[in-house]
């Protein structure tokens, strides 16, 4: 059943992806009957998809997603089913959404830390050149910043480097 929700995306057509697009729930009930997405359907039988349902995960108005079922048999899913699913696809959504919201949060967080460590690393091996070759602090970014262009080299790699006592041209 994972195979199907792979070819959707090879393919970039199927319920998934259009009940996402549309905001509506799909429902296939024999993929060997269905016309929307032929290249999809075809597929899908292939792997023993017989019917699917698939209902939009909605927060805020925006979809994120699609809660899907697959079955392995045509007519597989009541309107009971249906309604479950959509009940289900709900509380999915924000709980999503959350998730989401707080993997980004903490994403920023780690690269304002990682920036304001390099900003950190990068100032103390300015005045480390400063103190070694007799600069002000422009030019000895400058040399620092010269030499990371000319190595090919990230600025906080080289500014690394310097901290550590490597020698430097």
């Known amino acids: ?14 319920p998934c992806l259009s009940s996402c697009a549309e905001d509506r729930t799909q429902e ?25 349902l698939s209902t939009p995960l909605t927060a805020g108005g925006t979809p994120t997603g699609a809660l899907k ?26 709980m999503l959404t959350t998730v989401q919201a707080r993997d980004a949060a903490e994403r920023a967080s780690e690269m304002m830390a990682r920036a304001v460590a390099d900003r950190d690393r990068i100032s103390m091996a300015t ?18 910043m010269s030499l990371s262009r000319l190595e090919h080299r ?7 480097d310097i901290i550590a006592g490597q020698p430097v041209p």
């Open 127 to 144: 005045g480390i050149v400063m103190e070694r070759d007799l600069l002000g602090p422009d030019e000895a970014l400058l040399r620092i």
């Open 69 to 94: 079922v697959y079955a392995d048999s045509a007519e597989a899913f009541s309107v009971r089913d249906l309604r479950l699913l959509v009940m289900l696809a709900r509380p999915a959504a924000l």
């Open 28 to 52: 296939i009930s024999d993929t060997a009957t269905e016309t929307r997405w032929p290249l999809w359907t075809q597929a899908a039988a292939a792997t023993g998809v017989r019917s699917a």
């Open 1 to 14: 059943m994972l195979e199907a929700d792979r070819l959707q995306y090879e393919i970039g057509k199927g």
């Open 154 to 160: 990230a600025l906080r790699e080289v500014a690394q």
